[in-house]
């Protein structure tokens, strides 16, 4: 969602600025906008709805400076328009904010303001911060800024230029991702790493709570901190040679798999080494539950990985939307574990299902793909999922860490109850073999362009798998309507006759998940009914299976061990949605109206 850069320095800060937020596009956001202190000590914004290269247009002739901040925003408080845009100023035209996150008392603070003849220009909660840190009598831009956020309740990473400060940005987290960048005699502050890569690796992760001073000789924070190097290849941030970060992504998949298995899987007892769970083989025994809290792709992988936890640990485990659990006074038991998953670990229903529990005593450890997030940072422990920065807003290399993070679990859950050596050494396997597996499959990717192409041209289609295949087709239709628009519902097999079989025609299309497992033979009776009524049938499937005489394209991905079908049933789905968008002519990184990141509620 909303993305923020800085830059101090002896370069002229806009172009970095545009650089910066044309980087943080993938985030989602429907206006722009910067603001520059000038060589006069001058305080200049421009902003407008729309999209980065529209700002760019915009840029008044000598529109310069040495500090800066800009800003993409998605519209909370208030419509996408020129006014409600980031950078805000204070009465004065002296300060400047950019802001993310939400302030709960952003209502009050308007009226206390309002009643002081102050007159606010937008519908926004982050104008207020504006006026408060411009009508701030303390000495230092920091103190300003502190004894603002002293006012307002709610969540923010924001960053505050000052006309009476100049050379300085102050920069203040709370609840909202905010970084530094430390250069060569230069500063960037940012949301998101992404925005800054190219110029500095060398970072400073600020806490919730924690302010910074920055200018172009270093930085101080509240919480003393210094920098840190960080291990991350700007190439990831970049497309290369791909049309799109989503195929990119996709084909990373064979390298990404094997770096979360990496180290963690022991051949010889047939089980796993999880360090990060910050668990004892005692601890791990003790649970008799497990549940699983995600949104969206997240939570459909939850889904599976609950369904593997179960098989390979036999405890029940059952996976929740986080943003459901969250609102209901969910019931924390103390022998339950809790599984926060996210790719972002910024994800905000996810973040405050963590929080409840653990303000309720429970346990919980996250999947989490970023490193030091704040869902990570929430949690007690958990499995980093190590697949790299995923730029596309459709997820697709972290959905399979994801599951193979449960598959980690499982194993681990698994082998400290009943699951024998053997079965153990046999998933070990199992999952050692994964990454070539996929990579076979994307090998035949071209192979799944025409049938994409005959899914595209439909205005509505099914998803339907049971049992284990039932969350993979939940994926497969998440994915396909996300960047297709097209309307993709999942069902289980065996609920079709049960109403939606009404539906079933010659232009409604239906995807079918059918692992080899013991259903099989069930799945190919759901098949045959939906032939029967002319539906036309889409297959994935496993080189085991008999279709008997049903007429259907079929697609078959490797045979495995049957408790990681799902992962390889899900790759063609990934590859389906990408070309079935691309046959549309959709931008498939920014699909619209989505985010990468819902740090809202
Ligand atoms: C699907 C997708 C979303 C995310 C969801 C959770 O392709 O991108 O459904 O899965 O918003 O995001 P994270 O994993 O960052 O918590």
Not at 481 to 498: D, G, N, W
Request: hydrophobic share 40%.
């Amino acid at each position: 969602m909303c993305g923020i850069v800085g830059y101090v320095g002896p370069q002229d800060a806009p172009p970095l600025l545009i650089e910066g937020l044309a980087r943080l596009e993938y985030r989602g956001y429907d206006s722009a906008g910067l603001a520059v202190l000038t060589d006069r000590d001058k305080l200049r914004v421009v902003k407008r709805a729309g999209r980065v290269r529209d700002l760019v247009e915009h840029l008044p002739p000598g529109f310069g400076g040495h500090t800066g901040i800009g800003h993409t925003r998605w519209a909370t408080h208030g419509p996408a328009t020129d006014v409600n845009a980031h950078p805000h100023t204070d009465a004065t035209g002296r300060v400047a904010v950019v802001h993310n996150g939400i302030l709960d008392n952003a209502y009050e603070l308007r009226a206390r303001l309002a009643a002081d003849g102050v007159e606010l220009v937008s519908d926004t909660d982050t104008e207020v911060i504006a006026h408060l840190v411009g009508r701030s009598q303390a000495a230092t831009l920091q103190e300003k800024v502190a004894e603002a956020l002293g006012q307002v309740h709610g969540t923010w990473g924001l960053a505050v230029l000052h006309a009476d400060h100049p050379g300085e940005i102050v920069a203040a987290r709370n609840g909202s991702p905010l970084i530094l960048g430390v250069g060569n005699g230069e500063m960037y502050v940012a949301s998101d790493l992404a925005a800054i890569v190219r110029h500095t690796t060398t970072v400073v992760l600020l806490d919730d709570g924690e302010l910074a001073s920055v200018t172009e000789r270093g930085f101080s924070t509240t919480g003393g901190k210094a920098a840190a190097e960080i291990d991350v290849d700007p190439a990831a941030y970049e497309t290369g040679e791909h049309e799109s970060f989503m195929l990119k992504e996709i084909l990373e998949q064979p390298e990404t798999a094997a770096r979360v298995l990496q180290g963690r899987l022991d051949d010889r007892f047939g089980t796993t080494h999880l360090g990060g769970l910050e668990m004892t083989p005692h601890e791990s025994r003790a649970f008799r539950r497990v549940k699983v809290l995600g949104c969206g792709s997240a939570y459909y992988v939850g889904e599976m990985g609950a369904g593997l936890i179960e098989e390979l640990a036999r405890i029940p485990a059952h996976a929740e939307p986080a943003s459901e659990f969250r609102y209901r006074n969910p019931i924390v038991e103390r022998d339950t574990l809790y599984v926060a998953v996210s790719q972002s670990g910024e994800t905000l229903d996810t973040l405050l299902a963590v929080e409840e529990i653990k303000r309720k005593g429970g346990r919980v450890i996250g999947l989490v793909n970023v490193v030091g997030s704040a869902i990570a940072r929430a949690c007690d422990g958990g499995i980093y999922l190590h697949a790299g920065p995923e730029v596309a807003v459709a997820s697709t290399k972290a959905v399979t860490n994801m599951f193979l993070g449960f598959a980690l679990l499982a194993l681990h859950l698994g082998r400290v109850r009943d699951l024998s050596v053997a079965d153990g050494k046999r998933l070990v396997a199992g999952l050692e073999a994964l990454p070539d597996q996929i990579a076979e499959i994307l090998e035949r990717q071209d192979e799944l362009a025409e049938v994409a192409d005959e899914l595209a041209k439909a205005e509505s289609l099914f998803f339907i798998g049971r049992v284990r295949g039932y969350p993979v087709a939940r994926e497969g239709a998440q994915k396909f309507k996300e960047i297709s628009y097209r309307h993709a519902e999942a069902y289980p097999a065996s609920e079709l006759k049960h109403g939606p079989l009404a539906l079933i025609s010659p232009t409604m299309p239906t995807v079918v998940i059918v692992p080899d497992d013991d259903l099989a033979s069930r799945n190919v009776g759901a098949l045959e009914e939906i032939a029967a009524r002319g539906g036309p049938l889409v297959v994935i499937t496993q080189p085991g299976v008999d279709l008997g005489g049903v007429q259907v394209t079929r697609i078959d991905v490797p045979a495995s061990e049957v408790e990681l079908a799902p992962i390889l049933l899900t790759i063609p789905l990934q590859l389906l949605a990408y070309r079935a968008a691309l046959a549309l002519g959709h931008d498939i990184d920014k699909p619209r109206n989505l985010a990468k990141s819902v740090t809202v509620e």
